[in-house]
């Protein structure tokens, strides 16, 4: 009778672990299913995935199923607590890729390129605009990331580091004629090998061309590429030197930092720079705001810092410099050029910024209707170009 009694008080408290589980698991589907459902994070700064339509052709297809796992990997309850965790484990445990994020060799956070599914889609809108432009020159510069620019920091069997400059050379065979093309991977990698073993420099500005946090170049790595772009376009470019420059934060952790959320990673410097003789008025069209500053400091408080640049994004911004007598560039782009453009006023009486995610008709009419315009360039980077809404919008 003991024996019997024994054995059924072993078997209950062999299950309780399995009641637990099930207790547990319960609880985190009321959770789940209770809970209000984000539409925004502000780490990530990018919008979450809300439960997909539920029909029989999404089923059929399997859209529902792949929609549902992306809902509830950005709905999951306490996710940025879950992927700091996630992350700190993996990196103890000596991985060198996290989330599709390479540790590089001197501790900056570097993001993997994937083969990229939409590159003829961007070569017929390139091409659409360059065509349909009457008397502009229009100029393309695709830009690499650091994982292509600091190939030599990654990790060992990191993917083809080479990828990202191969399909910059796709893009620019096969675009119109009528693009010129401009080079900057060429100064961006020369640039690299001169400071790639060296620390950072305890100047103002620097040496990293890429942010160790976030996807974006720094400030630095822009004006290389305004060097690229003054090459190409027969201009001058004013010297670093003759900027003022400010730095303007030093806890920037960028959209690179948010796929992991480890502190370990530090963060990142932001410097700004501005011209003695500027005369600025910055005209917003959505919100008909003008302000005499392509930079808005607000957003240095916040978590997206980088949108101090161009104070963050609007369909058009109109921006002129009573310095210049003359000249006019539109440019259409995404936030990679934010930082570039405090550097092209030096050398435009007015500048027109169009974000096509945004601006409706595509920017070719108002380029024609617009005579004074003698420049059009067209910037992207190489790492969000695939999924860059903005990239239907060009024409």
Not at 77 to 100: C, H, Q, S, Y
Not at 210 to 218: A, K, L, S
Not at 230 to 241: D, H, K, N, Q, R
Not at 341 to 357: C, E, I, K, N, Q
Request: include cysteine.
């Amino acid at each position: 009778m003991s024996n019997n009694s024994d054995k059924k008080k072993i078997g209950i408290l062999d299950r309780i672990p399995v009641y637990l589980i099930c207790v547990v698991t319960l609880c985190f589907i009321i959770v789940f299913f209770v809970s209000e459902k984000k539409t925004f994070s502000q780490n990530e700064n990018r919008k979450l995935a809300q439960m997909p339509e539920f029909n029989f052709e999404k089923i059929k297809s399997g859209d529902f199923t792949s929609g549902f796992e992306t809902f509830v990997a950005d709905q999951f309850p306490a996710r940025d607590a879950f992927m700091r965790l996630m992350a700190e484990v993996e990196r103890i445990t000596g991985r060198k890729e996290i989330n599709d994020i390479y540790l590089a060799k001197d501790g900056s956070l570097i993001e993997r390129y994937k083969y990229p599914k939409n590159t003829a889609k961007q070569i017929d809108q390139f091409s659409k605009l360059a065509v349909n432009v009457e008397n502009a020159r229009c100029m393309l510069m695709m830009v690499p990331t650091a994982v292509s620019v600091y190939s030599d920091l990654l990790p060992e069997n990191a993917n083809d580091p080479d990828l990202q400059q191969q399909i910059i050379s796709d893009i620019y065979s096969a675009s119109s004629d009528k693009l010129q093309k401009i080079d900057v991977s060429t100064r961006l990698k020369d640039e690299a090998k001169k400071t790639v073993s060296e620390p950072l420099t305890e100047d103002i500005t620097g040496n990293r061309l890429f942010y160790r946090t976030d996807h974006h170049w720094t400030t630095y790595g822009a004006y290389i590429g305004y060097e690229a772009f003054c090459e190409a376009a027969g201009l001058t470019p004013i010297p670093l030197s003759e900027y003022t420059g400010e730095i303007v934060s030093e806890n920037f952790k960028g959209t690179i930092y948010s796929k992991l959320n480890d502190p370990y990673f530090g963060a990142d410097r932001i410097v700004s720079y501005s011209y003695p003789d500027w005369k600025l008025s910055v005209e917003y069209s959505d919100t008909e705001e003008v302000t005499d500053t392509p930079y808005n400091k607000e957003y240095l408080s916040e978590k997206d810092q980088y949108s101090y640049f161009l104070n963050n994004i609007h369909p058009l911004i109109t921006i002129t410099n009573d310095a210049v007598q003359d000249g006019a560039i539109a440019l259409v782009k995404d936030s990679y050029a934010n930082s570039i453009v405090p550097f092209l006023l030096a050398h435009y009486h007015t500048v027109y910024v169009f974000d096509t995610r945004y601006y409706k008709g595509g920017p070719s009419k108002f380029i024609n209707e617009h005579p004074e315009i003698s420049d059009v360039l067209i910037l992207y980077n190489m790492n969000t170009i695939d999924n860059d809404t903005g990239i239907g919008g060009i024409f």
